[in-house]
């Protein structure tokens, strides 16, 4: 097992507020991880420094790619995404006036090409193009049952749709790391366990490796095989779920002191 | 297949613009058309080349860009200057791809710090640009400064003003209709989610930032051999904002409210020239009325196509067998 994705003492100060401090962390090819913390604890900034949205004060993210370790820091946000790293939001950020076809077909932007030229004018080369990428956007969609949907504009879908097209189109990239920001926030039990489902195929299927921030502990504690527990900004503990589960900083951390 | 069914669509359009351009033909021959109603015609189509770019910028890149009439300037000078030392068609042509030359790299210039603002700040900004643009044409002894240029020789009659009206559109729908279109309604929708999905933000932007400004000067071309006279004071913030009212007014992100809009406005303003001072009194209450009853503009984002007119066909021959 390589590590792929490789976080040393990272640091953001927004003015005086300390929102990540000091957090050591790595993922491993191929495996589901969760991050786990009280409201607040940081986990969407964590995030953020990740994928390049917001830049680090200090420390140092490494990405291990096929021409070897990239250092992460200050790189920008859709250079991050194409080195591999798709994302979803944790206040759904889908294209909302385009179709569920288009939202998909924007995220390959990165993994084909087409000549202005050549688009401009409609040669043979760009229809077949088109055709092409057209179709793996709809078999993508397929294996999520959107496949009905396609001509839909993203903004009338039903919510929960909505929380899987985001999850299509963040795969649609072909991502080596894919992070999921609370995807089953707002979700009723039985959408829950649906999206358990689908995540764990899409790891397995995909062979990819998923950071997923939940707060919803079936989810975790079912899917995850470690868990990172932020709070604070700082991390808190690291290991198993059952590890996790005894963990006495933890329990405190949600629960408070013990009277 | 594709190509089958992509080339029945196609034909559809191509059959679309002979016609329009055999009718004005026929109607000039025949007498209707006159040259008032000829100037009308031509003016629109200008205008059509104009607002086709802005709306790209506005409507599809979500940029609200306010100096249009800058890069119209750029294309204007650029052939009134040629055309007026050396007075050949080959001249013309020549000049129309200096224009447009010239005028992307003012837009590079103008867009690289400009397009990292939003919203309201890039109107101002870009607004700036435009009156640089305009001030340094003021002062050139090449461009005769403020009182302009006379006696251009015209080369762009309405059949070349119609071409190019056709192809500027064709260059712009099928720009947005393809990877770098989608990539600029990405940045248009959410700027964030779309830097995620690892599209290069600032890149489309100017992009599309760009090909508006490239048309804007092949507008300006037209303009100038065909009025055979041009000032600075024909490209000002005001020049701007007849565009800007003209891709409001159609409906921003419709090239077909575009066409619709140009053609109203057009006609109401010719309509209205015996009017006097009434004019323009008249002329700002339509426009007042149509936001009023329309806020989203006439055709709101939708377009004209064939394809959805032909599904819409088939559904229904299907329902009735």
């Not at chain 1, 057209?134 to 929960?160: C, H, M, S, T, W």
């Not at chain 2, 791809?97 to 690289?112: C, K, Q």
């Not at chain 2, 007042?288 to 021959?317: A, D, W, Y």
Request: a neutral charge; one cysteine or more; aromatic letters at 8%.
């Amino acid at each position: 097992m390589t590590t792929l994705l490789n976080v040393e003492d990272l640091v953001k100060n927004f003015g005086g507020l300390t929102a990540v401090s000091d957090v050591d962390m790595h993922l491993n090819d191929d495996e589901l991880v969760a991050l786990i913390g009280p409201n607040g604890a940081g986990k969407t900034t964590l995030f953020n420094l990740l994928t390049g949205v917001i830049v680090p004060s200090s420390g140092s993210i490494t990405f291990r790619s096929n021409d070897g370790l990239i250092p992460l820091n200050g790189m920008k946000t859709y250079k991050i995404a194409n080195l591999g790293m798709g994302r979803t939001f944790q206040n759904i950020r889908l294209f909302k006036e385009l179709t569920v076809l288009d939202n998909v077909l924007i995220a390959m932007t990165a993994n084909y090409k087409e000549g202005f030229l050549q688009s401009v004018f409609r040669s043979p080369k760009f229809y077949k193009t088109e055709a092409r990428i057209r179709q793996d956007a709809i078999e993508l969609l397929k294996i999520f049952g959107l496949q009905d949907d396609v001509d839909q504009l993203a903004k009338n879908l039903p919510y929960g749709i909505q929380r899987r097209l985001e999850i299509v189109r963040s795969l649609a990239m072909k991502p080596k790391i894919l992070f999921l920001d609370e995807p089953a926030a707002g979700m009723n039990p039985e959408e829950t366990a649906d999206l358990t489902r689908l995540i764990r195929q899409v790891q397995r299927d995909f062979h990819i490796t998923v950071l997923l921030i939940e707060h919803d502990m079936s989810l975790v504690m079912n899917l995850a095989s470690r868990i990172y527990v932020l709070d604070h900004g700082s991390l808190l503990a690291e290991g198993t779920p059952t590890e996790i589960q005894q963990n006495d900083a933890v329990i405190k951390a949600y629960l408070g002191e013990e009277a | 297949m594709i190509l089958k069914a992509n080339l029945k669509y196609n034909i559809c359009w191509l059959i679309l613009m002979v016609a329009g351009f055999y009718l004005m033909n026929a109607l000039i021959l025949v007498g209707v058309i006159d040259s008032f109603l000829e100037n009308m015609v031509v003016t629109i189509g200008i205008n059509i080349i104009l607002a086709v770019g802005l709306n790209l910028v506005i409507g599809f890149a979500g940029q609200f860009s306010l100096g249009h009439a800058g890069f119209m300037a750029v294309g204007a000078y650029a052939t009134a200057i040629m055309i007026s030392k050396t007075p050949t068609a080959g001249a013309f042509y020549l000049s129309i791809i200096v224009g447009v030359i010239v005028a992307i790299i003012a837009a590079l210039i103008v867009g690289f710090p400009t397009l990292r603002l939003r919203g309201d700040y890039l109107a101002i900004a870009t607004m700036g640009a435009a009156e640089i643009i305009r001030i340094i044409i003021n002062n050139l002894k090449i461009t005769n400064g403020p009182s302009g240029m006379f006696n251009i020789p015209q080369f762009a009659t309405w059949p070349v003003v119609y071409i190019m009206v056709c192809v500027t559109t064709i260059i712009i729908v099928n720009f947005i209709h393809s990877r770098g279109g989608r990539a600029a309604l990405a940045v248009r929708e959410d700027e964030i989610a779309a830097e995620s999905m690892g599209i290069n933000v600032f890149k489309w932007k100017l992009a599309a930032f760009v090909l508006g400004a490239a048309t804007a000067a092949v507008a300006g071309s037209m303009q100038a051999s065909y009025l055979q006279t041009i000032a600075p004071s024909n490209f000002n913030i005001m020049e701007s904002i007849a565009i800007l009212i003209i891709v409001v007014l159609g409906g921003v992100g419709s090239i077909t409210g575009t066409f619709v809009a140009a053609t109203i406005l057009g006609v109401v303003d010719a309509a209205l020239q015996n009017f006097g001072a009434l004019r323009m009194v008249i002329y700002a209450l339509v426009l007042i009325l149509i936001m009023i009853f329309k806020p989203s503009g006439i055709m709101g984002s939708k377009e004209l196509s064939f394809k959805r007119l032909f599904n819409r066909k088939n559904k229904k021959v299907g329902a009735k067998s």
